[in-house]
């Protein structure tokens, strides 16, 4: 099992970037997905889940408005897209699997090894 992460890079405040997880070893259909990021020195942080079919999508409040999770199972490939980019949304952003909807990291199984984001104010 998988998780790739990419499409992390530095950005300026203000500006759009789109991470993908691509997931490889499992159907990435019957599978919750969230997202999570960690800035240096604190914890890692929650930010959104989208459910196996996508109907569902959950946000932290410090992103929504801002952020859009989405999927595409054919793809086994999952994104982020990130607007209005802002210095506090600078971290590590790691995708995760899970078996049902949950902003805790505990629920989540499998990790992929995160990609940094950057954004300069």
């Known amino acids: 099992v998988q998780l790739q992460a990419s499409g992390g890079g530095l950005v300026q405040a203000g500006d759009s970037l789109r991470l993908s997880c691509a997931v490889s070893?499992?159907?990435?259909?019957?599978?919750?997905m969230g997202w999570f990021r960690q800035a240096p020195g604190n914890s890692r942080e929650y930010v959104a889940t989208?459910?196996?079919?996508?109907?569902?999508?959950l946000y932290a409040d410090s992103v929504k408005g801002r952020f859009t999770i989405s999927r595409d199972n054919a793809k086994n490939t999952v994104y982020l897209q990130m607007k209005s980019l802002k210095s506090e949304d600078t971290a590590v952003y790691y995708c995760?699997?899970?078996?049902?909807?949950?902003?805790?990291?505990?629920?989540?199984?499998?990790w992929g090894q995160g990609t940094q984001v950057t954004v300069s104010s």
């Open positions: 070893g499992f159907s990435l259909s019957r599978r919750v």
């Open positions: 995760a699997a899970a078996e049902s909807l949950a902003t805790s990291a505990s629920a989540y199984t499998y």
């Open positions: 989208i459910s196996w079919s996508g109907s569902t999508t």
